[in-house]
């Protein structure tokens, strides 16, 4: 159970929610689905309320709130507003390299702003051709000195980045020597660096409010001291950040599946076909404990997974298990809230087929639901 003051917080997010989002996300959903537009507003509001910056240390700006009240806090956001929900836990991840592997100097001078609740970072790892295979990346940082380096300069293209042309800050993966996976490093971009540059946002089946485009570095220079962790140490932090980090989307799944159910319970209550309400025969009150049952499990697992790391333990591989069994989970119910819905299901009067679409993207980033597989899989059979 959350402490007193993590229930606070958790009450005081739905409470934020229920007045600041829920009235504008279906219009803002729509409108972005032709136009991509970040939702900035959404973000500062959380930020003010100190939202944005919840598990981290309370000496550099953050909550020090244990992850197992961020994730709720996700969960919250996410049962009214997934694209925003996801922008959190994009911005949580953002901040994860230098809080983690950041030195003192690095996190006095960095992480005030990046926990200030105004700024929001973007999380630079993807390429057009090193999605799953992050090892192929191609992106380069190219030191002015070797031994002695003040500045490195950064050539190539991201690609799937969210925020993009929005972030005041990328935390970015880029490759500092051909030694394949340990040839990666970390560097923070500031947001309006000479050469950073963005493509269109591209036009995906949903998630309409997560902004998504390609970011171009055309010879970024950035400053040595915004390396994160040693040069060739790029993998392991970004594998490292990706772990909390699918826990987020985790969190995320189960708010939109559980808004998902939420729904299906009401229409199954109201709607009347051969003289009484449908939820009254079994073929599809059992479709709604079966539901209930995904939901439930996918909160479980997430909160096991935060409870191990807030304990300091292992949790990579519960971490995986809680992304994809939540995710799939989601994809699963929010399906079957299309159906209890019937042909009102299938239309845009409800939210249900966003919801459907959203949840698609769940099991596809952060780590596709086959990487968690391999992730689980290799720690089941490593030794
Ligand atoms: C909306 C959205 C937002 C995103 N935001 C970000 C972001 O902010 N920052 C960022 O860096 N990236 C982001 N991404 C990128 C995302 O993380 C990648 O799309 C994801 O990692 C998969 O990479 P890919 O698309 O290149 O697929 P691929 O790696 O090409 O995979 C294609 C298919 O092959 C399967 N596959 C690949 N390798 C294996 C294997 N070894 N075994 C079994 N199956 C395999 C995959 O599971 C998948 O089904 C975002 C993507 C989307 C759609």
């Not at 100190?50 to 992850?67: C, K, T, V």
């Not at 992106?139 to 799937?160: H, Q």
């Not at 299901?345 to 087929?353: M, V």
Request: hydrophobic share 40%.
């Amino acid at each position: 159970m959350p402490s007193e003051e993590g229930q606070d917080l958790i009450d005081l997010t739905r409470e934020i929610c229920a007045k600041e989002l829920a009235p504008v996300v279906d219009e803002a959903e729509r409108d972005a689905a032709t136009t991509p537009k970040l939702p900035l507003e959404a973000f500062r509001v959380l930020g003010r309320a100190g939202l944005l910056s919840l598990p981290y240390p309370e000496e550099f700006g953050g909550a020090e709130q244990p992850y197992e009240v961020y994730l709720q806090v996700v969960e919250e956001i996410a049962s009214v507003w997934m694209s925003v929900a996801v922008g959190v836990s994009v911005h949580g991840l953002t901040c994860y390299p230098v809080a983690t592997f950041g030195t003192d100097e690095q996190k006095k001078r960095l992480l005030p702003d990046m926990l200030s609740g105004d700024q929001l970072g973007a999380y630079c790892l993807s390429e057009r051709s090193a999605g799953s295979d992050v090892a192929a990346m191609t992106t380069r940082a190219v030191a002015d000195d070797e031994t002695d380096p003040t500045s490195y300069r950064l050539k190539g293209t991201k690609a799937w980045i969210s925020h993009a042309g929005h972030a005041d800050f990328y935390t970015s993966f880029v490759r500092t020597s051909d030694d394949g996976g340990r040839g990666l490093s970390c560097l923070v971009v500031p947001g309006d660096a000479q050469g950073l540059e963005f493509g269109t946002p591209e036009k995906k089946m949903g998630l309409h409010c997560d902004t998504v485009s390609e970011v171009h570095f055309e010879g970024v220079d950035v400053a040595a001291d915004r390396l994160v962790g040693e040069r060739g140490q790029g993998m392991a932090i970004a594998l490292s950040a990706l772990d909390s980090g699918r826990l987020g989307i985790a969190a995320a799944a189960t708010g939109l599946a559980q808004a998902a159910l939420d729904r299906a319970v009401d229409y199954a209550k109201d709607r009347q076909q051969f003289g009484r309400p449908i939820g009254d025969n079994q073929g599809l009150a059992f479709l709604l404990a079966d539901m209930e049952a995904a939901v439930t499990s996918a909160r479980a697992s997430y909160l096991h997974a935060a409870r191990l790391k807030d304990a300091g333990r292992p949790f990579g591989k519960e971490a995986a298990v809680a992304k994809l069994v939540a995710t799939d989970n989601a994809m699963r119910v929010t399906t079957d809230a299309v159906q209890v819905l019937g042909g009102a299901g299938y239309t845009q009067d409800f939210p249900l087929e966003r919801y459907m679409r959203e949840a698609k993207v769940t099991q596809i980033f952060e780590g596709t639901n086959q990487i968690q597989r391999l992730v689980i899989s290799r720690q089941l059979l490593r030794g």
